[in-house]
T-cell receptor, first 115, second 113 residues
Framework: GAVVSQHPSWVICKSGTSVKIECRSL??????MFWYRQFPKQSLMLMAT?????????EQGVEKDKFLINHASLTLSTLTVTSAHPEDSSFYIC???????????FGPGTRLTVL | DQQVKQNSPSLSVQEGRISILNCDYT??????FLWYKKYPAEGPTFLIS?????DKNEDGRFTVFLNKSAKHLSLHIVPSQPGDSAVYFC????????????FGTGTRLQVTL
């Protein structure tokens, strides 16, 4: 149980284009999902908290107009990187809070490379 | 300000021996702690957690110890296996909610034959 999927697992795009990443909780309903990014050899950095049916809460320093988050249902949250630039290249990971609300379950991550 | 620290970036242990991964935190309000294991290019996998009302939690080969006075927790893996080779993150948060976990920087464990 508590499986979280992400799609795509990797994506390469040209600078200036937008990329959408999906995060799904497959076997449970998640009222809250989180989006992280991880640079090589660094820790997970929380970008935003996504709540179903409401606006996402962004961490300080994260541009909400650049990283659009939509949590349309209890099993799906999407992160859209708009007008991507090479510095946005990173490993993006989502997580979802399980029914017990005491553990975050992570997706497998999405490797974004912006050329 | 790094509220959760893993001061050892890497650790090498022989197969069959004990692996001890350490984690320190500075925020005394944290009362819930988790350990995650992460392979390259994959998301973290939840391993084990502990609430501040306990000082030990055990699950198979994995045991987490919490020393609240020292603001220190450790993960013991015994016996260590080659498949345990990964990066281990500790995370701290608050009981009753998995929101706003603060992660450490990770320790890369290498279990050698």
């Amino acid at each position: 149980g508590a499986v979280v999927s992400q799609h795509p697992s990797w994506v390469i795009c040209k600078s200036g284009t937008s990329v959408k990443i999906e995060c799904r909780s497959l076997d449970f309903q998640a009222t809250t999902m989180f989006w992280y990014r991880q640079f090589p050899k660094q820790s997970l950095m929380l970008m935003a908290t996504s709540n179903e049916g409401s606006k996402a809460t962004y961490e300080q320093g994260v541009e909400k107009d650049k990283f659009l988050i939509n949590h349309a249902s209890l099993t799906l949250s999407t992160l859209t990187v708009t007008s991507a630039h090479p510095e946005d290249s990173s490993f993006y990971i989502c997580s979802a809070v399980g029914q017990a609300k005491d553990t975050q379950y992570f997706g497998p991550g999405t490797r974004l490379t912006v050329l | 300000d790094q509220q959760v620290k893993q001061n050892s970036p890497s650790l090498s242990v022989q197969e069959g021996r004990i692996s001890i991964l350490n984690c320190d935190y500075t925020n005394s309000m944290f009362d819930y702690f988790l350990w995650y294991k992460k392979y390259p290019a994959e998301g973290p996998t939840f391993l084990i957690s502990i609430s501040s009302i306990k000082d030990k939690n055990e699950d198979g080969r994995f045991t987490v110890f919490l020393n609240k006075s020292a603001k220190h927790l450790s993960l013991h893996i015994v016996p260590s296996q080659p498949g345990d080779s990964a990066v281990y993150f500790c995370a701290a948060g608050y009981t009753g909610t998995a929101s706003k976990l603060t992660f450490g920087t990770g320790t890369r464990l290498q279990v050698t034959l």
